[in-house]
Each structure stands twice: as C-alpha cells, then as structure tokens.
C-alpha cells in the first residue's frame, strides 16, 4: 500500500470512531439518558423525579439511529475511497488543449485562478473518478444512437411500381437466363485451355506494345467529349461541345453525316447493339444526351433527330448506354438518379434513385441481367434488374466515379474516378481486387476490351489514354499524342483500332503495327 492509500485508510477509520463515539459531550448524554451506575443512577433517578412532577418535558418525537448512521456513513465512505482509486487509475493526456477540451466536454471550467496545466490534469481525472461511470454510460449510449441512425439511412427502400415495370423485369429475366448459361458453358470449355490461354494473352501484349497512332482527325470548332464505334466497326461517332455529333467512316476518317439536334453540350452519343447489322438504316440506330437534359434519337438516313425523350429537364443527362437486348435505354441524369425507358412502349418504366449525388455513367452486364452505375459522390452500385435491387455496393474510391464498364466475362467490372485510379471489382466475390493508381489527373472513360476482356484501355485529363492487362493490372502501354484532356476512349468491336478524343478538338485512331488485331 502506498503512501496516499495509506493515509486514506487512516482517515476512514478516524471518521469511523467519530461516528461511533461522537463528542465527549453526546457520549455523557448518552451515558446519562439510558441511566449508568454511581452518579449517572442519582441523576437518572432526579431527571425521572422531574419527569413525573412535570417540570421536564420530553417529547416522543423521532430519536437519531446511531448504529443506522454509522452504517450509511461508511458506506459513503468506501464509495469516496472506490472513487479515487478509480481517479488515480484514469489515464490523462498530458496535452494541456486536450484536457480543457475534456473539461469543457464535462461542464467544467477550462482554467481556474492559478491553476497550472498538472493541476488541471489532476481536476480532470477527479471529475473522471467521480462520474466516470455516468460518462462511459452516455457516450455508449450516444454512439448506439449514431449506429442505429447510420444504419437506417444506408438501407435501401424499395416500392411497389407499374405494371408495365413488372412485365419488363420478366421480359429481362427471360432474355437474360439462356445467355448466362450460354456464357457460363463456354468459359467452362476455356478453362480446360489455360495453356492456350496463357498463350493467347501474351500474344496480344505483344502486338499491344506495337500499337501507334494510325491517323488523327480535327473533329469540331469546340472540344469533343464522347466516341462510340459502330457495331460493325466501320462507323465513328463523336459528340462535341459546340451541340453537333458526326460520323465518320473508319479507317479513313472521312466524314459521313453532321447530326443536329443539340442546342448545347453533348455528353455521348451510342449505337443500338444491331445498328449497322441487322437493324434498318431508317430506324432508331442512335441516342444522344445533352446538358440540357435532352435526349434525342437518330438514325442512319437523316441529319435530324426522328424523336425525343423528354423528362429529364432541367437536370443535365451525363452518359447514357443501350440494353444489350436493344429494347430498353438507360440515362443518366443530374437529380441523382438514373432512368431505364422501354423504347418499344415509348415510356419510361423505371426511375431509380440510390445514389446520394448526380449519376455520371451506366453500363449493363453482357447478359442484360446486371447493370452497374457510377456517381458523384464516389459509390458504385450494381443493380439486378429482374428484381430492381442493389446487389452489391462499390465503396472504395476518395472522389467521384465518373467511368463504369462491364468485363465481357459477365462477372468483372471497371470504375474509373476523379481520385486518378481505376478499380476491378469482382461481383462474385463482392469486393475490388485490385486498385490501379492509372493516371496523374481524373479517370474520364475505362472501356474493356470486346469478346474476351483480356486489357482495358483509360483515358484521362493528363491528355494520356493507357492500356492495362486484366486479370493482373499491369501496364502495357501509354497513348499520347493529345495536346488536351483525353475525354473519350472506344475499341472497335473487330479489335482493329482504339478510338481516343480530346479537349484539343481531334480524334485519334491507334493501330498495332503487329497482324492480328488488338
């Protein structure tokens, strides 16, 4: 025992014989009210004479509990002595701003007249010793308060929708199925071919260390901010700030069609999956969005647009992408949510939220059954669409996701975003599996590679586009050649060319000089 206990205990049992014995004067009143022998029996005898005569008055009031006293007062004191061993216990930072900011938090005064900063330390760990409990109680209490309500804002609410909703999600269902179980049978086929494999994926590195720029093309007055090979390859179309998409014929960039429609900014501009294969020349073969929240329709034959959705205004519709089907068109708008029209019904069937900023980018899974969305407040989300819910949360990047794009092997996916890296998430295991720290400004656009996802290609504001081998996140090769921001990058479906735009107004084709494509 130390010094300090030493005397604490000393001073309990002095307080004990206090309340035991009292003052010598309450000891003699008592010695003389319950009637000692020798004197104390004569005086006990006068006090009962007078009693009887009348001439002493003694009350039946209430009379004091010594032995009730003295048990309540010990216990007071060992609750003081619990209390300041707990206070001597209690760690106390040493940095004097930390302990007023403690004092402060408890409702005590942060100096006291002449109080140096080891006094102040030992007020603090008195004021801990003495409520200490009650303290620890509250901050657990309000720290399951925060976790409740945190959880209650992250769960995802849903409701009931239309009828025609329901009848497209089973639409979805049933078109999705039999291609997931065509693809899932083939990469069982591939993986009894890991040599080949192997083989395979070192050939195209190689032919991707080749690749050059083929031809550059001036493509608008004002910058160009999206680029989108058509499904057979033989078509480019770009989308400018100056409200114009073009289309150019592929290799030779020569222009085919000046597309106006737009009265500002466009965002992108994308081809319906069969546009150019089996779809007619006079259907609806593209889509377009605009700042304005425009979104115009196109075909192959006119310069005008041949329709309009509309619903998006004011918001700005960012990206936009078609179902893999052809039937349903998702966008990507500015009031936090992104929309999925049915271009059969001329409606629009969904309108989702989730998302706590703008939605930036859309990208559906090769099955259809899969879609995953990027925004501004730097979340992924994949959504299922044959049930309408969130099925996996992309939680990983420090600032906006601003490019998504689906593997082709169904079960892989890309975010590029504003914190200069871009991330492969794995929807199987629910998790990234790796970061690539890509560029030295943001992620504008990350597209993979068409039919087997074996590199994907980012470009970014650093006025570079690089390739990137997939599964391992290697670099392979760094595009440059543009004087701006890099705002666009595509690959053409027949594996022939990489298409890149730019804030410097041009287009850029890049080749392999190696046979055998990309």
Known sequence: MDSDEEGEAQFIAKRQKTVQYGSLEQKERHRLAVGGGGEGSLAGDAVKAGIAAGNINITSGATMDLEKEYEQSQAELLADFEKRKK????????????????LRKLGEPICLFGEGPADRRERLRH????????????????QETLRKKKDEENVTW???????????????????????????????????FAAQKTVKAQDIQKRLRAVNNESSQIGDTRPLSFCQFSPNSKMLATASWSGLCKLWSIPDCSPIRTLRGHNCNVGAIVFHPQATISLEDSACCMASCGQDGAVKLWNLVSDEPVADIEGHAPYRVARLAYHPSGRFLATCCFDNSWRLWDLEAQEEILHQEGHSKPVYDISFQCDGALAVTGGMDGYGRVWDLRTGRCVMFLEGHLKSVLAVDYAPDGYHLA??????????WDVRQRKCIYTIPAHNNLVSKIKFQPNNGRYLVTASYDSTAKIWAHPIGAPIKTLAGHEGKVTGVDISPDLQHIATVSFDRTFKLWTSENKGGL
């Open 415 to 424: 975010t590029g975003s504003e914190d200069n890296t871009a991330k492969i």
């Open 87 to 102: 206070a001597k216990k209690i760690q106390v930072s040493t940095d004097d701003s930390e302990v007023k900011a403690h």
């Open 158 to 192: 849903y409701h009931e929708g239309p009828t025609s909703l329901k009848e497209a999600r089973l639409w979805i269902a049933e078109y999705s199925i039999p291609r997931a179980q065509s693809r899932i049978a083939k990469q069982k086929e591939e993986k009894n």
């Open 127 to 142: 004021e801990l010793g003495l409520r200490g409990e009650d303290i620890l109680k509250k901050q657990q209490k309000e």
